[in-house]
């Protein structure tokens, strides 16, 4: 199969990017998105040429470290996929494809495709966790848990951090990936104790760092790659108003 | 046992040497705690554990990650399961039988009062993942739910669907979390170090580059920490994160670290078969298939032959013509042998012809038995996740036809050599996780490495590296402008120096796919003398070609090729200990299997006279033969005997 690419290239944070056309040809089917983006960079190299920045890593769809803007779309047209588990296959013979980093304000570029996520780390550390600390604590099996309610938490825990939402999100909002966490924790007894406080804690530094509002679109819900769904929000809503009455939190807490 | 090589057990029966060890080791108060900065390197289970448990008790830690997040450490990855000896299936489980089992599993090359304490502990992992909110699966009840694994005969695995290191990392990146918060823990990601730093004999400090800007960075403490991972990857192609390297563990060997056991590597038997030149990494399908998948392949060459043309599918087979060889050799165990064993019947069978896709290097992993005894909704509910990467793969759907599988590069059992207490032979350089040699033998079982970097990191390190440091608390602030760090950051840009100024004409990806070959030929499933001496000789001509005509641009800032050809430069010599290792161990054990020694019916053949020890390496410098120390097993515990899962 042959491909234009169209590829947004940037040098480094500061500098302006613009798009370059690249021509692959010779790409197998059976190829993953980013193997074709290998073979791009392979050549690139052999002509002395800056190859093509992007992040991966386990390349089967867990780490979240992919993060192309395809066509369009955040990991492009796959459903419940990441980038890294796009096949080649799923593409025209000859088509034209553009891909461009996430865009958000708080996800900066740092070079061509690759963005700095680092805001969603500093959500997590406002309060992502149970704050327990290492030993110390009862038998795994001292606390029930009901099966759908493990299970329900399983699904919102299955995050991967990956920002689709935030890049398809015209608000560029996180909401769905703090009520991931929050719901997970929420859910389970372990995590229950500070739930009104971790949502207040994070949609604070969420504000802070510069995602923008949820109106509701569920754009966010349509690219997951884990097929996390809005419901989540509700209950992150739920635990962040009742919080605010019933526990306000404040920064210094 | 060799004077260099102390192992530090410590003396009484092997169920109270650990509790007498934390009885006398020595502590040390919050306010000298907070004095003592530890760089830890690494931030998968072991790391993150770690990191986050001494900023806990009061250390200043510095962890540092390749990735962009501490989150993405190839842990990550980890699908089926993590052991524990809880016995809440009541079906026979204690802490012993999951030491025996992990004895016996590595092939009786593993230390045994590290394996105790390994089962001792992993009791207390599960407890601490539930209070921090790791969703594991659990009953109607709302109790645990428990699955099985290779090489045991109770169910004592929990899992967290199809993502149990995903789980796992994120209650340890949580716990991590709340430490950078506080402000125990100062978190460096895009980092890679380049190199460990000594003053006066002691670990004090590391080098690293920055992958964002290029900067080359010094950073020192008290004590270093390495949990970077393991270094499958020198295989260039297997189931390893494309960051995972063996660079971290290599750079500290040429400090004076000792490396054991290299050629312990793990083949793991189901996972996607190569599909062509282009591929980048293997993809595993997780050991927990084997509860409810059964291998086969067909019985007669015809059929195989028709199945490879497209003119037969494998549904259409009818059961006895179908040869499940692993329910057939190995009837006590099924297909739940051991995972060295599963991916040597697998070559058996495809060396004997009967492999069932083009190449010939695949065998069916069939569920169609479990969907009709327990209902595809059963099915999909236990590994929903796992069908559906297959498909999304191969594009073919596994509730309709097997899976084809084939054995790949997982996991390395060997790595840097550590004592009891985690230290290497470097004072102050303690190793944890999967970059260390200790507990898994020749063959590690399956849902034991997740068990093992979380009880190095959240239950062994905080008390060993305590007891190390308790004698270091008058010692200030290590500076980084000592003439030790001028050097050491010295010989770091002169290496990159001279790798950027080759200028020649093959990638390092080229070279890397190359190394993998000859070690995959060579060093791989089935070992022989003339082979390793082929690999040693071909692997010493390749190093010869990358020096002179690699291709690296020169760019300010980020530079992943770069990246890439420091670490294929280690592999490259990484590779070459591992043959060494390989020709020098005379025997079959666990994931090592010389061709020259195995039993009539092809089973392992080890020798106890002669290796019954750890072999570890010491560096003597650039092109110099390394020189072999032996760490002598002793077995108290229990007997030593050939292993049977017949
Ligand atoms: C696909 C797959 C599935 C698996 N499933 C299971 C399972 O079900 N059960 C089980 O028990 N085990 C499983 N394993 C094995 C297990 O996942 C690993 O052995 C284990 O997670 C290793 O953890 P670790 O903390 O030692 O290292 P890793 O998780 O590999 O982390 C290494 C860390 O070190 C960092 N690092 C490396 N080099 C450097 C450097 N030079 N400078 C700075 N940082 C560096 C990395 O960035 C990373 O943060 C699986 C492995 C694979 C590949
Ligand atoms: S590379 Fe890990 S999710 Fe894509």
Redesign the pocket.
């Known amino acids: 199969m042959n491909f234009t690419l169209k590829i947004w290239r940037q040098a480094n944070r500061t500098a302006k990017g613009h798009f370059v056309d690249y021509q692959v040809s010779d790409i197998e089917p059976d190829m993953s998105f980013l193997e074709m983006l290998d073979v791009l960079n392979e050549h690139l190299v052999l002509k002395g040429e800056d190859p093509v920045f992007f992040d991966h890593d386990?390349r089967?769809g867990i780490c979240g470290a992919c993060s192309l803007f395809i066509n369009g779309r955040p990991h492009g047209k796959g459903e419940g996929t990441t980038t890294c588990q796009l096949y080649m296959r799923r593409f025209k013979d000859g088509e034209t494809i553009v891909v461009e980093p996430f865009r958000a304000k708080a996800f900066p570029v740092i070079k061509d495709l690759t963005v700095d996520r680092s805001a969603f780390d500093q959500i997590i550390q406002a309060g992502g966790y149970v704050s327990c600390h290492t030993g110390g604590v009862p038998d795994g099996n001292a606390i029930l848990v009901p099966k759908e309610d493990a299970d329900m938490a399983m699904d919102a825990a299955s995050c991967i951090g990956c920002g689709a939402c935030v890049a398809a999100c015209k608000n560029a909002s996180a909401m769905l990936f703090v009520a991931a966490k929050v719901s997970q924790l929420a859910l389970l007894p372990q995590g229950k104790v500070e739930a009104q406080r971790r949502a207040q804690a994070m949609v604070a530094k969420m504000d802070e760092l510069g995602f923008g509002n949820c109106t509701n679109t569920y754009a966010c819900q349509a690219v997951c790659p884990k097929r996390i769904s809005v419901s989540h929000i509700a209950r992150l809503n739920r635990q962040f108003l009742t919080g605010k009455i019933v526990r306000p939190w404040k920064k210094e807490d | 046992m060799e004077e260099k090589l102390q192992s530090k057990i410590p003396s009484g029966p092997i169920s109270e040497k650990w509790t007498n060890y934390k009885d006398t080791q020595r502590l040390i108060n919050p306010a000298n705690k907070r004095r003592l900065d530890v760089i830890v390197?690494?931030?998968?289970?072991?790391?993150?554990?770690a990191a986050a448990t001494l900023g806990e008790l009061g250390f200043n830690v510095k962890v540092?990650?390749?990735?962009d997040s501490?989150r993405?450490?190839?842990?990550?990855?980890?699908?089926?399961?993590?052991?524990a000896a809880k016995n809440y299936q009541n079906d026979g489980d204690s802490v012993r039988r999951l030491f025996e089992d992990t004895v016996k599993g590595g092939d009786y090359r593993a230390r045994e009062a590290n394996v105790y304490r390994l089962a001792e502990i992993s009791n207390n992992i599960i407890d601490q993942c539930v209070a921090q909110g790791v969703p594991f699966a659990r009953d109607y009840a709302g109790m645990l739910a428990n699955r099985s694994?290779g090489g045991a005969q109770v169910s004592r695995?929990f899992?967290a669907k199809g993502q149990?290191?995903q789980q796992l990392?994120l209650g340890a990146y949580g716990a991590l979390s709340k430490e950078i918060h506080k402000g125990t823990v100062k978190l460096f990601t895009r980092?890679?170090?380049?190199d460990l730093v000594l003053v006066e004999g002691r670990a004090r400090g590391?080098i690293?580059r920055n992958l964002e800007t290029g900067d080359i960075e010094r950073h020192a403490a008290h004590a270093v920490v390495l949990?970077?991972?393991?270094y499958?990857n020198v295989f260039f192609l297997?189931?390893?994160?494309m960051?995972?390297?063996g660079?971290?563990a290599w750079?500290c060997y040429k400090k004076g670290a000792f490396f054991a056991n290299p050629c312990f590597t793990q083949i793991?038997p189901t996972c996607i078969p190569v599909h062509g030149d282009f591929q980048s990494k293997l993809?595993?399908m997780?050991?927990?298939l084997r509860n409810d998948g059964r291998i086969w392949v067909p019985k007669r060459k015809e059929d195989v032959e028709r199945i490879r043309k497209g003119e037969l599918r494998p549904i259409d087979i009818p059961e006895a013509d179908r040869d499940y060889y692993l329910e057939r050799r190995y009837p006590a165990f099924g297909n739940l042998v051991p995972r060295d064993v599963a991916s040597r019947a697998a070559k058996e069978r495809c060396d004997a012809g009967f492999g069932v896709n083009g190449a010939g290097l695949a065998v069916y992993l069939d569920f169609a038995e479990a969907i009709n005894r327990l209902g595809a909704k059963v099915v999909e509910a236990r590994y929903g996740n796992l069908f559906e990467m297959y498909q999304n793969i191969v594009a073919e759907n596994p509730y309709e036809t097997p899976m084809m599988i084939y054995p790949a590069v997982?996991?390395t059992m060997g790595g840097l050599w550590v004592d009891y207490e985690l230290q290497s032979t470097v004072p102050g350089l303690f190793v944890?996780?999967?970059?260390n040699f200790s507990d898994h033998g020749a063959n590690?079982l399956?849902?034991?490495?997740?068990?093992?970097?979380l009880a190095?990191?959240y239950f062994i390190l905080p008390y060993t590296l305590q007891n190390y440091l308790s004698d270091q608390i008058r010692e200030p602030r290590i500076s980084i402008e000592s003439a030790e760090f001028e050097a050491a950051e010295c010989k770091v840009r002169d290496e990159i120096e001279a790798l950027l100024s080759v200028k020649g004409k093959e990638t390092v990806d080229s070279f890397h796919r190359r190394l993998g070959h000859v070690m995959w030929e060579y060093v791989g499933m089935a070992r022989e003398k003339s082979g390793l001496l082929k690999a040693i000789d071909l692997i010493a001509d390749l190093r010869k070609e990358f020096h002179q005509n690699v291709l690296i641009p020169n760019a300010f800032g980020v530079n992943v090729e770069l990246e890439k050809a420091l670490r294929v430069s280690d592999f490259m010599e990484l590779g070459e200990l591992i043959a060494r290792d390989a020709l020098q161990r005379e025997e079959s054990c666990g994931g090592h299997f010389r061709v020259e020694h195995q039993t009539a019916d092809g089973e392992a053949l080890r020798d106890d006279e002669h290796f019954n020890f750890v072999a570890a390496y010491e560096w003597q410098g650039e092109n110099e033969t390394p020189c072999l120390y032996k760490e002598t097993l002793d077995f108290e515990s229990v007997e030593l005997k050939q292993r049977n899962y017949k």
């Open positions: 386990c089967e | 390197v690494g931030t998968g289970l072991a790391g993150a554990s540092f990650c390749i990735q501490p993405r450490a190839h842990s990550i990855a980890a699908q089926g399961g993590i052991n694994f695995t899992y149990t290191g990392l980092r890679e170090m380049l590391i690293a949990a970077t991972g393991g499958g297997s189931t390893n994160a960051a995972s390297n660079s971290a750079r793991h993809t595993l997780s050991e927990s997982h996991y944890a996780g999967e970059a590690r399956g849902a034991s490495a997740l068990m093992q970097g190095d990191g």
